[in-house]
């Protein structure tokens, strides 16, 4: 089994910066990729980034091309995503996965899941 723990969610202003941290215990050995997802109230879950576990493959949401920045350190077992020109729309629970055979954008290819981490943005 993989553990995910996210951290570094809370309130920040429009145009402001979060960075979030993804650790990983447990079985890591075989996790190709990790990414993150977001849900809003009322809207279902959906991709927001992911990275290969070598870094050297990423893949954004159109929403959040150029804003958001993935990020991983392997001597760590943690993914990071820098958010930064946050946006109201952008409030959200973020949720880090992790999986072994994975579709990047696709939800149901990730194995494992972290609780979600809080991110509002007020406007």
């Known amino acids: 089994q993989v553990q995910l723990v996210e951290s570094g969610g809370g309130l920040v202003q429009a145009g402001g910066s979060l960075r979030l941290s993804c650790a990983a215990s447990g079985r890591t050995f075989g996790i190709s990729a990790m990414g993150w997802f977001r849900q809003a109230p009322g809207k279902e879950r959906e991709f927001v980034a992911a990275i290969s576990r070598s870094g050297g493959y990423t893949y954004y949401a159109d929403s959040v091309k150029g804003r958001f920045t993935i990020s991983g350190d392997n001597a760590k077992n943690t993914v990071y995503l820098q958010m930064s020109s946050l946006k109201p729309e952008d409030t959200a629970v973020y949720y880090c996965?992790?999986?072994?055979?994975?579709?990047?954008?696709?939800?149901?290819?990730?194995?494992?899941w972290g609780q979600g981490t809080q991110v509002s943005v007020s406007s």
């Open positions: 996965a992790a999986g072994r055979v994975v579709t990047m954008g696709a939800m149901n290819t990730y194995d494992y």
